[in-house]
């Protein structure tokens, strides 16, 4: 009985620092306006995972010039005429430096399944893709995280805030939180995408976003092709400019 209070008093103190760790999404901050002129140009962070899979399809679907920043070009199973691969290391500034220059704006999926230890891949590979993009003054960035963040802690319900978050996820979840923290400190314009837990499920449109989105109590969803719809709309509409806003089924 000692050992379950404790480790629920663990995972409440986890849900509280995530949710002061990270952006409060309904705190303004100083807002510029946002470019609502379509870009042409658009650089995939994380292309070959399941989301950035889907960014790189649909943006191709809808006529932009796409660049896949990848570790592995074999892990991106996509040929088009509109599309370049860019094989670089996030933690790598140069690589990141070299497949920023050229671009209109910037989706990052950036993840990676190094669950059980700390690492700051999240953090540092953003601070040199925001440090790139105000170099060559690359102004838009959606970048995509998770619910269970910030004021949006404890919104993916009971499973995953006592037992998935932290018992598997705690420093993959922590390292998210300084992401966010970079991003809303830096001068570009930005949008942050926080999804319920991502499916497979093909995309059908129906989903819902806003800051309160998400439950206390029951696991919410959404299919990865959803939430790459939503990033791409993100390029033009300025309703979530510098704010982070939830997306799920």
């Known amino acids: 009985m000692k050992f379950i209070l404790l480790y629920l008093f663990y995972a409440l103190i986890l849900s509280f620092a995530l949710k002061q760790g990270a952006l409060y999404s309904r705190v303004k901050s100083d807002r510029k306006d946002g470019n609502n002129e379509k870009p042409e140009r658009i650089l995939v962070i ?26 592995n070009p074999a892990g991106l199973k996509i040929e088009h ?13 140069e690589s990141v430096e070299k497949a920023v220059r050229g671009n209109d704006a910037v989706l990052s999926a950036l993840g ?12 540092k590979g953003t601070h040199n893709l925001l440090r790139a993009m105000e170099k060559f003054g690359v102004s838009r960035l959606v970048c995509e995280t998770s619910l269970g963040i910030g004021n949006s802690a404890g919104r993916l319900g009971l499973y995953y805030t006592f037992f998935t978050i932290p018992v598997i996820l705690p420093f993959y979840f922590w390292d998210k939180a300084r992401q966010e923290k970079l991003i809303t ?23 819902r976003h806003g ?31 510098k704010m982070a806003v939830a997306v799920a089924k």
Not at 211 to 233: H, K, L, N, Q
């Open 81 to 93: 005429p509109k599309l370049t691969i860019a094989q670089g290391n996030v933690l790598d500034y």
């Open 112 to 123: 990676h399944k190094r669950f059980f230890y700390p690492t700051r891949i999240l953090s």
């Open 211 to 241: 800051p309160d989105i998400g439950s206390y109590i029951w696991t919410v969803r959404i299919s990865r092709g959803d939430v790459a719809e939503f990033m791409i709309c993100q390029l033009t509409d300025d309703t979530y400019l």
């Open 185 to 207: 400190e830096s001068n570009v314009n930005w949008t942050i995408v926080r999804p319920g837990v991502l499916t497979n499920n093909p995309k059908h449109g129906n989903f």
């Open 46 to 71: 994380g292309a070959t995972g399941g989301t950035g899979q889907e960014l790189v399809r649909q943006l191709l679907g809808r006529e932009y010039q796409v660049t896949a920043f990848v570790r």
